[in-house]
């Protein structure tokens, strides 16, 4: 503990006697400050020990030593410690009063006690208590890697704990709570995942310190990891603030749980250079290399349907791909799924391919985060605030399949995501394309144009009032060629309708014999409907 008045008053060379302020001498005394000004206050900090003789003081003066007294206990002093026998005899009954009414605890130094020795016994005493805390924070340091190396996290976060008297919880990096310790901590943990999210949009590494759930206890909240995008977070929760031995044990947690929490450089790299080998010989039609190579580094992934997950985006400023993969890789790990991430394109974040269980937390977690980007950008109108769509990833999922047909997987997954990029959708499913119609895929520009080139001359006859052949030729088309339904449709007689698809002929200089020709003009004329 650190020196208190108490301590010093208890200390046998000091001799102190208690004057006033006898209730008030458990706290503790930063320094002691020795100053004869009339109004030492600019010079104080709080929590000083002020020694005085009064050579400059009128002690007698009960209002002088009202204002002084009170200037003191204003600054923060904590006690004054007045020499007898040097100008006064006895500490003068003004003072002792004045010190009785305001609460400051008032002390007397005898004249044979020196402020040097003082001033030595609070020193002495503030270097045994930071040697004190120090040795405890190496014994808590050494406590806490052998649990860190024996238990893991779990291990770690116990001893943590113990050691600050509250709990523990660290977090992963979607916020979600990894482990706690003791495990009554769970809920209470649980309810600071939102301050643990504005805690990750922070450069690493960051701290914030919050009031805990229901202001039932003080927790600081510290992220973990060395790169751009923390790894994890940890939550010490405890009554008071930290001292220095507990601020010792929770700086020793962090460096543990980022080695523990971050894989090193090389590793990862490593990692996927192997799973970019095995894509590779998955789309190259050699699963059974694949498999090989592989080992047991992606678990039963490739034994199980899977998804091929495809995302792009440039976004270097909120590396929307990195916040994806990690999302993903997140939920996998909590899961017990194995996931095959492989970043690609020269640039960071321009391209991303993931290998995911079908079914799985991680495809589901993709969709989540994809859903709350699309609502994001709904709400915030990104487009009129000149806002940053490039910013935000654009992600294809294929249809389930195995490693035979990862090839067709894979591109099932960069046709949903030509969609998704020519739709401004965040996520598109090539199921959804499947299941769906063909029509939406004509709400494109290049469509569009092809549709008004190819049938504006049928709209500038009709806008000449000679015919409505535009009408005529779509209700021809939807009646297969049939004259007489598709003229009742029109209320004309047949003939009306063979002269107007004559004239449709000749202004395009196109056959309506021929198929393609027919399916064309009747994209176009859907394409065109759609826009209206």
Request: hydrophobic share 45%; glycine share 10%.
């Amino acid at each position: 503990m650190p020196p208190t008045l108490a301590s010093l008053v208890h200390h046998s060379a000091l001799k102190l006697t208690v004057r006033a302020g006898e209730d008030r001498l458990d706290v503790p005394v930063r320094w002691a400050h020795v100053s004869e000004l009339a109004d030492p206050v600019p010079y104080m900090e709080g929590g000083e020990l002020l020694l005085i003789t009064a050579l400059k003081l009128d002690a007698e003066d009960p209002k002088a030593m009202r204002r002084y007294v009170r200037r003191l206990v204003g600054a923060g002093v904590v006690g004054l410690g007045f020499a007898v026998g040097v100008n006064y005899d006895e500490i003068p009954k003004a003072l002792v009063d004045t010190a009785a009414e305001e609460g400051l605890p008032l002390l007397e130094v005898p004249r044979r006690t020196p402020f040097i020795a003082i001033s030595k016994a609070v020193s002495a005493a503030i270097a045994a208590d930071q040697y004190r805390a120090v040795t405890a924070g190496f014994a808590a340091q050494r406590e806490l890697t052998r649990q860190a190396l024996a238990d893991g996290p779990q291990g770690l976060l116990t001893v943590l704990a113990a050691q600050v008297d509250g709990w523990a919880a660290l977090y992963d990096t979607s916020g979600a709570v990894v482990a706690t310790a003791p495990e009554w901590a769970g809920r209470r943990a649980a309810r600071l995942t939102a301050d643990v999210e504005r805690l990750r949009d922070r450069p690493a590494p960051a701290s914030s310190v919050v009031g805990g759930p229901d202001n039932e206890d003080r927790v600081e909240l510290h992220s973990l990891g060395t790169g751009r995008r923390p790894k994890a977070a940890l939550a010490v929760g405890t009554a008071a603030a930290l001292g220095t031995a507990e601020r010792y044990a929770v700086h020793s947690a962090i460096a543990l749980l980022t080695l523990t929490t971050e894989r090193s450089r090389s590793l990862q790299a490593a990692e996927q250079r192997i799973g970019a080998a095995v894509l590779r010989m998955l789309l190259a039609g050699q699963p059974d290399h694949a498999r090989a190579v592989a080992g047991e580094l992606f678990g039963g992934l490739l034994d199980a349907p899977f998804r091929v997950i495809v995302g792009e985006g440039t976004g270097a400023d909120r590396d929307p791909l990195g916040g994806l993969a990690e999302v993903m890789e997140s939920a996998a790990a909590r899961s017990g799924e194995a996931v095959l991430v492989v970043p690609e394109g020269p640039q960071e974040a321009e391209r991303l391919v993931v290998l995911a269980v079908d079914g799985g937390a991680a495809v589901d977690a993709c969709r989540e985060y994809a859903a709350a980007l699309e609502a994001e950008r709904a709400s915030a109108d990104v487009r009129e605030q000149g806002g940053g769509e490039d910013d935000e990833p654009v992600v294809g999922l294929s249809a389930p399949a195995g490693p035979i047909a990862a090839a067709a997987a894979y591109k099932q997954a960069e046709q949903a995501l030509s969609v998704a990029r020519r739709r401004g959708r965040v996520f598109v499913e090539h199921e959804q394309l499947a299941a769906g119609s063909v029509l939406p895929l004509l709400a494109d520009d290049a469509v569009r144009a092809f549709a008004d080139g190819l049938l504006r001359p049928l709209s500038e006859h009709d806008a000449t009032g000679r015919g409505d052949l535009v009408a005529s030729l779509r209700a021809w088309l939807s009646r297969h060629g049939q004259w007489d339904a598709a003229a009742a449709d029109l209320g004309v007689h047949r003939h009306t309708l063979r002269y107007r698809m004559r004239r449709v002929e000749e202004i395009l200089g196109r056959s309506l014999d021929d198929p393609d020709v027919r399916m064309e003009l009747w994209l176009a004329l859907k394409a065109t409907a759609a826009a209206e």
